[in-house]
């Protein structure tokens, strides 16, 4: 986890008045309200319309609507703000993730931790299995063995905290290693900062090229919308050029009501990643305590946590069926408390343990949440 202090190289690298920049030095919360909204001028509205367009007035800037759109532009710019670099947005994190494993060259190296999101680790074994790239597992934690199978790879993709393992990677300590080790020959690093957002920590101030969110998850934070976002590194353009041109020709383009809703959502995002984090460590204290729970992961930020249950699987999914204010659904994120046995889902990976549940931490109020979950636990 970074700090989180005002002093990011580009917090102001994406106002929209060239030349004027209104929001240097504001925190993050604040930039999180007050950027992508229209100009102030006399009678417009304060939000950013839903443009529902396929084309534009001939010699624009824009010509159609699958390169551009006016409610992406808004949430791209705070997302890019947030993160510290230029933002594109896509119809959903994996879209945003394939976009980037798409720059990989034929018969390329990908390395990858063994525990990240399962549609990351599904998406590169089909990958694998048309011959199109060769896929090479690492432990999340462990930092010397990541740089080692970086030799000759194009590509290494991080999340940490891991989904839902709960590892940590020392995302400086890599880069440092694969800078001192590969030079310029490393490979693109890509972080996925679905699980801590950009209020815990902003990984391309440790050097990564690119983040990618589910915006589905934190950022929109509704449980009403799939969206994804790449953030590149300023100084990676040729980057963002690829990944652009990407979207253009392939076409994973975010709705515009989606977009929007995701603006919306990021708005409250400090608050309620606030909230639910102070929620989820007063609940990991009174997990520690508990008798039905074996063990608790909890990373030290955030408000994901996982838990392994007495009792196996069969105990797991009890309590996944007799919680009454939790709900009992897959993906996370959202102002109301989710559980899940993850190793119910066939593609999850067989090192995660049967008895596992993932709690995405909610909102809503703390004392009402333990007395449902502890209820459940027995
Ligand atoms: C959900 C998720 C994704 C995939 O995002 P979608 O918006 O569902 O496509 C990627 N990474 C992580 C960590 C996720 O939780």
Redesign the pocket.
């Known amino acids: 986890m970074s700090d989180t202090s005002s002093t990011h190289p580009d917090d102001d690298s994406v106002g929209r008045t060239p030349g004027s920049r209104p929001h240097a030095g504001l925190q993050p919360s604040t930039r999180a309200v007050a950027l992508g909204r229209p100009a102030r001028t006399p009678g417009a509205p304060v939000n950013v319309p839903v443009t529902l367009t396929s084309t534009y007035l001939a010699d624009g800037a824009v010509t159609y609507a699958r390169v551009s759109n006016p409610t992406w532009e808004a949430l791209e710019e705070v997302l890019g703000s947030l993160e510290g670099g230029p933002a594109l947005t896509f119809s959903?994190?994996?879209?945003?993730?394939a976009a980037v494993v798409g720059l990989v060259p034929v018969g390329g190296v990908v390395v990858v931790p063994r525990h990240?999101?399962n549609?990351?680790t599904g998406l590169l074994a089909e990958r694998e299995a048309a011959g199109a790239l060769t896929v090479r597992r690492v432990e999340a934690e462990d930092l010397g063995g990541i740089v080692e199978a970086c030799d000759g790879a194009d590509l290494l993709i991080l999340?940490s905290p891991t989904?839902p393992m709960m590892e940590l990677t020392d995302v400086v300590g890599v880069m440092r290693g694969l800078r001192t080790r590969y030079g310029v020959g490393r490979p693109v690093v890509l972080c996925?900062n679905?699980?801590a957002t950009p209020v815990a920590q902003q990984p391309l101030r440790w050097g990564v090229d690119v983040v990618?969110?589910?915006?589905?998850?934190y950022l929109a934070g509704h449980s009403d919308t799939?969206?994804?976002a790449l953030v590149v590194a300023p100084e990676r353009d040729d980057l963002l050029g690829r990944l652009r041109t990407y979207r253009t020709l392939h076409g994973a383009i975010p709705g515009p009501m989606e977009a929007w809703l995701v603006l919306r959502g990021v708005r409250t995002l400090h608050l309620r990643v606030e909230r639910a984090t102070a929620t989820a460590e007063l609940l990991v204290d009174r997990l520690e305590e508990h008798p039905a729970v074996e063990r608790v992961r909890y990373p030290g930020f955030g408000a994901m946590v996982s838990i392994e249950v007495v009792g196996g699987a069969d105990a797991a999914e009890a309590v996944c069926a007799a919680v009454q204010l939790w709900t009992h659904s897959t993906?996370?994120?959202g102002v109301e408390s989710q559980i899940e046995r993850r190793r119910r889902h066939p593609l999850e990976v067989a090192s995660v343990p049967v008895n596992l549940l993932r709690l995405s931490v909610g909102i809503e109020d703390p004392q009402d949440l333990w007395a449902d979950l502890s209820a459940a636990l027995g």
């Open positions: 959903s994190g994996m879209a945003a993730i990240v999101y549609g990351t999340e989904n996925d679905t699980f990618v969110h589910s915006a589905t998850k799939v969206l994804g993906s996370l994120g």
